[in-house]
Every structure is written in structure tokens, then in C-alpha cells.
Nanobody
Framework: QVQLVESGGGLVQAGGSLRLSCVASGTIFSINVMGWYRQAPGKQRELVTAITSGGRTNYADSVKGRFTISRDNAKNTVYLQMNSLKPEDTAVYYC?????????????WGQGTQVTVSS
């Protein structure tokens, strides 16, 4: 079994920065895609950004130029650096990985971390 633990959320003023981390643990053979999603109250969960094991990235238009995803494969960790935060970035942020473990290839989700941006 694979567990994902996120950290780094909190309350920040508009224009500020936060850095989220997500560590995967368990019997992991490999992790392909690691990504960040978010869900605001009353809205559907949406993809924010993702990164492949080779370092290819994609971003939602709403965060391009402000957010940066990175990963440390040796530590099974993915990061999300969020700069120039806006009130509309307020949401619960979830980490998701496509992981090959003893159970085969599966997608795993973290428990979520709250990000609140005040105006």
C-alpha cells in the first residue's frame, strides 16, 4: 500500500507565497506522474499541474507563470511552489500519484491540505 502525506498549506495574504510538499511512502517500485489538484467550495476538483518521472510538466492556464511543480525522485516527493497567490486560489489542494507498487499500477490521493488566500 502507498500513502501520500501533504504539508505546507495555510493562510496567506494575496500576493504571498506558499510551498506544498507531498511525500509518498510504502512499497513503491516506481512513480510515473505526480500531480496537484484543487477543489474549492462548491466546485469540482481540477488539475492544477502535473509532472512526469522525466520532468515533463503541464499547468492549468490559471496558474501558469505563478506556480511551479518539481519532484525529487529519490525522496518520492513532489513540491508545488505557489507565488503571487490570489483569493481565487483558495481551495483544498490534493496530491495524486500514478504509482507502481506490489499492488500494480494505481492512482493514489493524499488527504488534502487547505490553502486560504485573503484579499
Amino acid at each position: 500500500q502507498v500513502q501520500l502525506v501533504e504539508s505546507g498549506g495555510g493562510l496567506v495574504q494575496a500576493g504571498g507565497s506558499l510551498r506544498l510538499s507531498c511525500v509518498a511512502s510504502g512499497t513503491i517500485f516506481s512513480i510515473n506522474v505526480m500531480g496537484w489538484y484543487r477543489q474549492a467550495p462548491g466546485k469540482q476538483r481540477e488539475l492544477v499541474t502535473a509532472i512526469t518521472s522525466g520532468g515533463r510538466t503541464n499547468y492549468a492556464d490559471s496558474v501558469k507563470g505563478r506556480f511551479t511543480i518539481s519532484r525529487d525522485n529519490a525522496k518520492n516527493t513532489v513540491y508545488l511552489q505557489m507565488n503571487s497567490l490570489k483569493p481565487e486560489d483558495t481551495a483544498v489542494y490534493y496530491c495524486k500519484t500514478d504509482t507502481t507498487s506490489g499492488l500494480g499500477l494505481r492512482s493514489y490521493w493524499g488527504q488534502g491540505t487547505q490553502v486560504t488566500v485573503s484579499s
